[in-house]
């Protein structure tokens, strides 16, 4: 698919009343009622929906680099997982320490550079996941780190508990499950730093059965649940997904036809994190096609987080999304804009229509298909953000 099927409309003009679009279309058709309204010209430049990045750990201390060497030298992602980490090792666990050692304001503080890097390209709209405490403290540390991004930068950021990340060293996964990850979710649910709740089910992290009981205090609190799903090999995740009527199953590098087909009845959407495949050498790229042929809806994220995906660009996501896993770049654009604010579950935001949030970016650019083609090029030219121009 090509040009059509962005929807795009040429010499367009938007009205913008208060925080909301009020009128989109073809200029010459503006409504006399918008002739007073102070007015913009962008000579001719590219305006899409604010760009949505619906997966990431932006929020946690320390980096990998050790374990990029440790692949490099032959070591799979998975087998450094399974070593169980350590400081100089690798794995989640090894974040795991690092965040819980880091201070709220220097989690605060980097998670913020890492934030402006997203802003800078576009992207209004970040999820941003807990998931490196696997301790009551650092969980909730994390969930008002993310929390307090909102408070300081321009962008609208969504919440996803993780506590079902990775099995922590002290204890076993049935155990952690019970007596730290399921009150925790009730306490961060209680203070309002939970948007959804999420998980990692893989022979790494944790089974279906357990994620299942996860989801079960979810569904008891009344939030939205997604999944880490089939990103290493199939056990069940992505369907577990679907019969929960997940907003998103994520990665499903590893998810069959029969598998799209569960999704796309429970209207679960697939999100893809090229980053992540491309980091840990992944070789198996999800089934598009089927998603396709089903009409599973696609995302696109970057996943940004220091073990699998250190990639601080949605831009480059969009154009790995293309080369790597065969998306369109209409599809990659739908993948953070329109489908991005479904796998959050968000109604108000990834499109341009009357009523919509006024959450824009504006372009150096004519074609859209640019803002998939261009590998390290940024041509934001500005943001929009609740109807207001933003840094
Ligand atoms: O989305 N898959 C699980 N979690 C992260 C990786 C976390 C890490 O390696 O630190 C992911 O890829
Ligand atoms: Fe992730």
Known sequence: MTGSGYGLISDAAIA??????????????????????????LDGRLVTPGLIDCHTHIVHGGNRAREFEMRLEGASYEEIARAGGGRAGGGIVSTVSATREASEETLLKTALSRADALIAEGVTTIEVKSGYGLDRDTELKMLRVARAIAAQRPVRVLTSFLGAHAKPKEMDADTYIDTICLPTLQEAHAEGLVDAVDGFCEGI????????RVFDKAVE?????KLHAEQLSN?????????????SADHVEYATETDAEA?????????????A??????????PVDAFRKCGVPMAVGT????????LGSLLLAMNMSCTLFGLTPVEALAGTTRNA???????????????????LAVWNAADPAELSYGIGINPLYSRIVAGREAP
């Open 341 to 359: 604010a479904r796998a959050l579950g968000l109604s108000d935001v990834g499109t341009i229509a009357p009523g919509q949030r006024a959450d």
């Open 235 to 247: 056990i069940g995740g992505t369907a577990l997904a679907a019969r929960y009527g997940a907003l």
């Open 221 to 225: 609190l009344g939030l939205p649940v």
């Open 205 to 212: 992290a944790f089974s279906p059965d357990q994620i299942a």
């Open 277 to 286: 495949y491309y980091a840990i050498n992944e070789t198996q790229a999800p």
């Open 303 to 310: 996943d940004w987080n220091p073990g699998s995906s250190p």
């Open 16 to 41: 913008i009343q208060d925080a909301s679009v009020a009128w989109v279309g073809p200029r010459s058709n503006l409504p006399a009622e918008y002739a007073d309204f102070s007015r913009r010209g």
């Open 263 to 275: 999704l796309a009845q429970a209207g679960t959407v697939a999100v893809l994190l090229p980053g």
